[in-house]
């Protein structure tokens, strides 16, 4: 039996699931210390194996392009900033102001690795820059977000936990560490780490779910829901939607402007238009009181679905244009073969 299109995938399912059992059977006291140790192994063994998986070659073939790089990271750390700050006069008053800090974390994230290369891959756009774009956003991140953090969400008032030097090394230490890390490893783990994909994808999802639920936990206890009312939520999903319809927008239209191929475009419209769940939840962990984290992640994790759902749908469309593309090609040979044998 095949699996009903209006069914979100399973990892947001079970992100859903989580934030419920938060919800009813939240972590405290041991628990909760036991879950937040457990918690931070996760993570860093998250940061680790990515360090492993990324070759030094893709890194190298891909920085080769770099003004659609610079490009890319400047719609990640640049232009969604600005959008979260020019406009919260006018989308703040949907949620809020302390929802709204996790809109403007939001736009301070990096770029996804894992889904934007996936999503240029069906496009059919330029793979090896959509490597180096998506994995250079995620390393500078490690950097940028903290700073960004300091300088637009500690002003709006949230409950950072550490200063930005201190939240820095905090950062260094349990993700910029482990990723290098596995990175100098990789000539001896890199094997082993390729053919044991599935169990890999276990350890980057089950960090996600294991930060959420302490997350949430905290935030729970804390009485995130009866803080947050189901019209703060659905302000919440014009935000997301307004947030990317405008990045989707602009980095295409830029992409263009600057004379691009379809490939280059395409991958500069879905690398600069994603924001990283995986990285947004270990960074507000590690970066916000455990009280606020709940409050923080729900953006990130709102706009994460709607970015997979509709670039989904923009790449099946890029796909399906190349392939009517290519299938004309095909008949151009065949269409001149009768002309050709008339001729001869």
């Not at 994230?109 to 934007?116: G, M, N």
């Not at 930060?211 to 009866?226: D, P």
């Not at 593309?325 to 008339?342: F, G, I």
């Amino acid at each position: 039996m095949s699996r009903p299109r209006f069914l979100p995938d399973n990892f947001t399912l079970m992100l859903v699931c989580t934030v419920i059992l938060a919800s009813l059977v939240p972590a405290y006291g041991q628990g909760a210390t036991l879950f937040k140790g457990v918690t931070t192994l996760a993570v860093a063994a998250l940061f680790f194996l990515h360090g492993a998986r990324l070759s030094r070659e893709s890194i190298v073939a891909g920085a080769l392009h770099w003004r659609l790089h610079l490009m890319v990271l400047a719609s990640t750390f640049v232009l969604f900033p600005l959008l979260g700050l020019t406009l919260r006069p006018l989308l703040g008053p949907l949620v809020g102001p302390a929802l709204y800090v996790g809109v403007l974390y939001l736009c301070v994230l990096p770029s996804t690795v894992q889904s934007s290369i996936a999503m240029v891959s069906i496009a059919r756009g330029n793979i090896p820059a959509a490597v180096c774009s998506a994995s250079a956003s995620t390393l500078l991140g490690i950097f940028i977000t903290p700073m960004l953090v300091g300088l637009l969400v500690a002003t709006q008032g949230s409950a950072v936990a550490a200063g930005g030097l201190e939240a820095i090394g905090r950062i260094l230490l349990q993700l910029f560490v482990p990723f290098v890390s596995g990175h100098l490893l990789r000539p001896w783990i890199g094997g082993w780490v390729k053919q044991r994909a599935k169990l890999l994808k276990v350890v980057d999802q089950g960090s996600i779910l294991l930060v959420v639920y302490t997350a949430f936990s905290a935030a729970v206890i804390e009485g995130l829901w009866h803080h947050v009312s189901w019209t703060e939520l659905g302000g919440l999903l014009v935000i997301c939607a307004v947030l990317l319809a405008l990045a989707l927008g602009l980095t295409a239209w830029s992409a263009r402007r600057l004379g691009f191929s379809e490939e280059d475009r395409i991958t500069m419209m879905f690398c600069g238009s994603k924001k990283s769940l995986a990285s947004g939840v270990p960074m507000a962990n590690v970066l916000f009181a455990a009280s606020a984290v709940g409050a923080i992640l729900l953006p990130i994790m709102l706009f994460h679905q709607m970015q997979l759902m509709v670039c989904s749908v923009l790449a099946q469309r890029y796909a399906r244009r190349a392939m009517a593309r290519e299938a004309a090609q095909a008949a151009l040979p065949a269409a001149a073969q009768p002309q050709d044998a008339v001729s001869r």
